[in-house]
């Protein structure tokens, strides 16, 4: 069993920054790939970025590209998501998530966590 929590969201102004955090325990970090994904109201849940389980290879999606920055700590069980110069459109809850690399899509979820981000 896998469990992962994330922490960091809040309110910030347009523009600011914010960190998320999720910490995973119950399997072997560096076997999973990890992915922030996150939902606005009224909307689809969407991935935000990801991260290989030995950070070869990252993903942004195009709206976040240049502002968001996801990395990873294999001895913390930790991925990070650091959100810079960020915009009302930006508000959602953010999730984490985690699929193993061999195969198989993301099976593991977070609760998530709230970010909005005021005009």
């Known amino acids: 069993q896998v469990q992962l929590v994330e922490s960091g969201g809040g309110l910030v102004q347009a523009g600011g920054s914010l960190r998320l955090s999720c910490a995973a325990s119950?399997?072997?970090?560096?076997?999973?790939?990890m992915g922030w994904f996150r939902q606005a109201p009224g909307k689809g849940r969407e991935i935000v970025a990801s991260?290989?389980?030995?950070?070869?290879?990252?993903y942004y999606t195009n709206s976040v590209k240049g502002r968001f920055t996801i990395s990873r700590d294999n001895a913390k069980n930790t991925v990070d998501l650091l959100m810079s110069s960020l915009k009302p459109e930006d508000t959602a809850i953010y999730y984490c998530?985690?699929?193993?690399?061999?195969?198989?899509?993301?099976?593991?979820w977070g609760q998530g966590t709230q970010v909005t981000v005021s005009s």
């Open positions: 991260i290989t389980g030995n950070a070869d290879t990252i």
């Open positions: 119950g399997h072997t970090f560096s076997m999973y790939a």
């Open positions: 998530a985690a699929r193993p690399v061999v195969a198989g899509g993301y099976s593991y």
